[in-house]
């Protein structure tokens, strides 16, 4: 089968690898879409220390089933599919609990690092568990299917800020997360959702997809925030950025007693306005890929109350896909979500 391998640091190249087959309780899938994910790139050239070569990335994938492992129930050959990125073993204590995002024996399609290596999906076919499968509904087209995780991860925050009918909310960053949390919000009740940024093309995007008020972070978001909510704060902030300047913005950003998801991860360490977190009494609360979303995410998407195509920048050939990883690697400006497909997307 064709495949996009990083067979060095910074050098994809498509490889003729041999097919894989599925073992007990696994499928093949024929992939049909493929999303270049953030982690990817910052793989791509060593960085993370999660794609050591030679290794085929991609998790964020959808296709049809094209072989069924021993014991799999459920599923059939044809049967249009998406997987979770994340493969939990169903058995520690945090699966037994239900947070499988913090499986303890967690595995991520297309991640190489220390003894562990699992192929991911910018290939032709890719094995996956049957436990992690879920199938397509007609309405929703590959390309779209691509964007579950990051749908998911988007429900998953908004889901652990337990949002109250009519709430006001601020998220901070208008990238794929910020954008797909704005959706989110929305759709778990939020009468006022105001979305802060830096650059402008992506508040105009914002702005398109439903945002009540956009920011600018070129002036203070705080005072802007403040004078939207009658010197008040919003209930509840997303942050979806992950530095110190965003993170100290949506504390201050929301009012006694509200409630801070913390998505955004860049930066491994922030200071933390001590005093303002306790005597205002506001929770912090970190959220981690998703748990269980999957299916609320399908069914969001497939109604068109969460829109994912304003945010697909490109659907574009497997062979493309090293040209794809150069342009997003060097940080060109207005390039979202870039889908890779190794046949003709239907
Ligand atoms: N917790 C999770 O499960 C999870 C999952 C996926 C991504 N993430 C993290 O979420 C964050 C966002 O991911 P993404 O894919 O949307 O990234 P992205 O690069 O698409 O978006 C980041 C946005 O932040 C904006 N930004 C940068 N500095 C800013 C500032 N000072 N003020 C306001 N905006 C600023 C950028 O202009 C950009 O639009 C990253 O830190 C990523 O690692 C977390
Ligand atoms: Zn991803
Ligand atoms: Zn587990």
Redesign the pocket.
């Known amino acids: 089968m064709k495949a996009l391998l990083l067979s060095e640091y910074k050098r994809l190249q498509i490889a003729e690898l041999p097919k894989p087959a599925p073992g007990e309780g696994e499928v093949l899938v024929r992939v049909a879409a493929c999303g270049i994910c953030?982690?990817d790139v910052h793989g791509y050239d060593g960085s993370s220390g999660r794609r050591i070569p030679p290794i085929v990335m991609g998790h964020e994938a959808a296709g049809t089933i094209a072989e069924i492992g021993g014991g799999v129930r459920g599923f059939a050959e044809g049967d249009r599919v998406t997987f979770d990125s994340t493969i939990f073993c169903g058995a520690c204590g945090n699966c037994r609990r239900g947070d499988v995002n913090l499986c303890d024996n967690r595995q991520v399609l297309g991640v190489s690092c220390g003894e562990f290596r699992r192929a991911g999906a910018f290939a032709e076919y890719v094995v996956v568990p049957s436990r992690i499968l879920y199938r397509l509904p007609e309405k929703l087209s590959f390309a779209e299917a691509a964007m579950l995780e990051?749908v998911s991860?988007a429900l998953?925050?908004v889901s652990l800020a337990e949002i109250a009918e009519g709430s006001t909310a601020l998220v901070?960053?208008?990238?794929?997360?910020?954008l797909l949390t704005l959706q989110a919000l929305r759709a778990a009740g939020c009468s006022k959702v105001f979305v802060?940024?830096?650059?402008s093309t992506?508040l105009k995007l914002a702005q398109e997809i439903g945002a009540t008020a956009v920011l600018s972070?070129e002036r203070d978001?705080v005072a802007q925030v403040l004078q939207l909510t009658g010197g008040v704060g919003v209930d509840v902030a997303t942050e979806?950025?992950?530095?110190n300047?965003?993170v100290k913005?949506s504390i201050e950003s929301v009012r006694k007693g509200g409630t801070v998801v913390l998505?955004?991860?860049?930066s491994p360490e922030v200071t933390l306005p001590l005093q303002k977190v306790v005597s205002r009494q506001i929770r912090l609360q970190g959220?981690?890929?998703?748990s269980g979303e999957y299916p609320r995410a399908i069914e969001l998407m497939a109604s068109g109350t969460i829109q994912v195509a304003p945010l697909i920048t490109t659907i574009a050939p497997l062979e493309d896909g090293p040209r794809w990883f150069e342009r997003l690697y060097a940080g060109e400006p207005n390039l979202?979500k870039v889908i890779l497909t190794p046949e003709a997307v239907s």
């Open positions: 953030g982690s990051a991860v998953h925050g901070l960053g208008a990238g794929m997360i910020g802060a940024d830096l650059d992506r972070s978001v979806a950025v992950g530095r300047e965003t913005a998505v955004g991860n860049i959220s981690c890929a998703s979202m």
